[in-house]
């Protein structure tokens, strides 16, 4: 099994539902998701669409970087994705970050993905479920958070279920606050978070 770490996106229809809904869909095709962060707001790049809900899993599979991707499409797909261009409002993104440390570099598929540095959006549920350093990356997610900055990002009182948590076949997840950030509200999985918008 190998450990792989997703990220989940959504601003379109019911966003918080597309985010359990991917985790549910990816587990009934291979992925057992043993973490998820807590669910975060954050405002849209570019700008001028709505705003979005994220997080980020760690799970376990047996599938082939290559069959994850197919499987991250399929999901997409199920919850209405159609093609549209780059950075579009989607209903759902499913977006492969780690697998474990492989390095793959091919035209259709880059592992780690290629815009976590630059991505708060990303880096924020990140540093909640990946502890230390990233693979590959050699940096913690805080640090570079650190870099990018925590404007626009709003951690929600929603939280996700994971089919595979009970399992405790990951002892990387980490329970820790990113006061670092100054984000220093109890979580990761939402328990009296108190900032949601609506
Ligand atoms: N692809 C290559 N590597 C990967 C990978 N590691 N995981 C290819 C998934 N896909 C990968 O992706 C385009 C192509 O990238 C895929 O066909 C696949 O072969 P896509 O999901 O169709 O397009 P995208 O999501 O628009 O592009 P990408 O590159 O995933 O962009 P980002 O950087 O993830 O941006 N703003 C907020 N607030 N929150 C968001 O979640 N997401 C995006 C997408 C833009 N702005 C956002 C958010
Ligand atoms: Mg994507």
Redesign the pocket.
Known sequence: MTRAVL?L?S?LGDRLANLQSAIDLLAERGVTVTAASCVWE?????PGQP??L?AVIAGETDLSPRDL?RV??EV?HLLGRRE?????P?PA?????FYDDLV?DEP????????IAE?G??LAPLAEVVQGLLPVLGQSAEVLLAVVGTV?LERTEWSLTCPGESAGLDPGVVVELLSAANLDKPGPRGQDAGDAED
């Not at 954050?42 to 570019?46: A, H, L």
């Not at 598929?109 to 815009?115: D, E, G, S, Y």
């Open positions: 990220a996106g601003n954050t405002e849209p790049v570019p705003r979005y994220n991707l991250a499409k997409e549209s261009p780059r950075w579009s989607r993104d499913v977006d492969i970050l793959v259709d598929l880059q592992v780690p993905h290629l815009r991505r959006f990303v626009g």
